[in-house]
């Protein structure tokens, strides 16, 4: 009876350890922890006491010899047992060494492009440098500050003959454009209406009856609407050695300077004949609500069927093959921490046209859908002073030299024109960056 008992104790304690070793095999693995903090001494030292145990009792060789198998297993299940938890912890702590030194890299690389431009390039070494100037910011630059002083020149000596300058001087920026954005796969940019708007601004300087007249109505209330307020909502900012921030600047600002000068300055008579009752005197031009209003819009919603033949029918295959290619739609989706993007997505919900967990997305309906309406109602609302613009000489010379200033009160502007003066070794003044706009004195006073 002694043996008998003995032995079911021994086979008892076996079973416990089993389980302590083992765990819930029904838990997934989720006992690990608890392994871990029972994989010690003291139950290593129980196994030991049992074998002794074993040894000790009066039980028939046979039995004695599984019990001792048994416990020999069982101190291999927990040696294994051990040895793969260690295994564990060490492969979390190499994996969490190694997201944390990614995560290090990352963070320098995005430090190391913003200050040097290179993600790869140390800002010790970048410190070092001697500013180097590229040839073609240097093209940019000379180019920019004299298309400058030309504009302010043709339009305050001879206004008559900036229509002329506006179609000669956008051939090559359009297409040096062309030939850059092809590159980088944004050649669809130059189906935005702010281009279609720039090809008929030039089309009513040749032939400026077309349309009975109307399409100058039109192309003033588009030019002085949203495109100039473009400047704004895309920041547009007149950094003379970006080429591209210069051909911005200028395809947004040129069609409102060439309507500004065909509707009030001498020398547009035969333009003005089209749109008031005396050409020889602007102040007999008017508008009503289908000139200022109706033609307009029109021709908008024709633009926006045109694009959206082009880009979604005609392209669509294009599109859904090469994710690289950019049109506004996409490049404002994909840019989620933009300003622009927030206040679209914000106004897509007060709308009802998506759900407030819903962010802007660029293949489907609905986001496509609020694209064009959220253009629209920006159209429709940045176009409404324009008849006031049309009626009243100063308001429009004020909204014009308005417009200048934010072109150059862009922080991005302002951060970049001090950079590039110190690269010339020239001191930063706040006057320089604040009178980028159109009045000539302001370079004079720069380079004092």
């Known amino acids: 009876m002694f043996t008998s008992h003995n032995q079911r104790m021994a086979s008892t304690r076996l079973g416990d350890l089993e389980v302590e070793a083992v765990g819930d095999p029904d838990d997934n693995g989720a006992s690990s922890p608890n392994l871990a903090r029972r994989l010690d001494e003291d139950l290593l030292g129980k196994v030991s006491a049992l074998l002794e145990d074993v040894a000790k009792t009066a039980v028939p060789d046979d039995q004695r010899e599984k019990l001792v198998q048994r416990a020999r297993a069982l101190n291999a299940q927990l040696s294994e047992a051990k040895e793969k938890t260690k295994q564990k912890f060490k492969s979390t702590a190499d994996k969490l060494k190694k997201h944390g030194t990614e995560l290090k890299t990352t963070v320098t690389k995005y430090r190391r492009k913003v200050i040097t431009g290179d993600p790869e390039k140390r800002v010790r070494d970048f410190v070092k440098e001697t500013p180097v100037v590229k040839t073609i910011d240097k093209v940019s630059f000379t180019f920019g500050v004299l298309a400058l002083n030309v504009i302010q020149g043709i339009v305050l000596k001879a206004p008559s003959h900036f229509g002329w300058f506006y179609c000669i001087i956008m051939i090559p920026l359009l297409a040096a454009r062309y030939y850059l954005y092809k590159a980088d796969k944004f050649q669809f940019f130059l189906m935005d209406f702010c281009y279609f708007l720039n090809a008929a601004t030039a089309l009513c300087v040749f032939l400026p009856g077309v349309w009975d007249g109307n399409l100058l109505h039109v192309c003033f209330v588009m030019a002085n609407g949203p495109l100039a307020w473009a400047i704004v909502a895309w920041r547009n900012s007149l950094v003379f050695h970006s080429l591209d921030k ?108 998506i759900n407030k967990d819903e962010s802007l997305q660029e293949d489907t309906v609905k986001g496509k859908l609020s694209f064009m309406v959220l253009q629209f109602i920006y159209t429709v609302l940045t176009t409404l002073p324009c008849i006031v613009l049309y009626q009243y000489f100063w308001l429009h010379t004020a909204f014009l030299m308005g417009i200048s200033v934010m072109v150059s009160e862009t922080k991005w502007c302002r951060g970049v024109a001090t950079s590039q003066l110190k690269a010339f070794n020239m001191t930063p003044t706040h006057t320089y960056v604040r009178t980028l706009s159109f009045p000539p004195v302001a370079f004079h006073r720069a380079f004092q």
């Open 246 to 353: 210069v051909t911005s600047v200028y395809i947004h600002i040129l069609p409102p300077l060439a309507t500004y000068c065909w509707r009030w300055f001498p020398g547009y008579e035969s333009t003005r004949q089209h749109i008031c009752t005396d050409p020889q005197d602007p102040s007999t031009c008017s508008t009503d609500m289908y000139t200022a209003f109706v033609y307009p819009y029109a021709f908008y919603l024709t633009w926006q069927v045109f694009y959206y033949i082009v880009v979604d029918v005609v392209h669509s295959k294009e599109f859904k093959e090469d994710q690289e290619l950019q049109t506004s739609l996409r490049w404002l989706y994909r840019s989620e921490s933009s300003a622009t993007t927030k206040v679209m997505r914000h106004v897509a919900v007060a709308l009802h046209l």
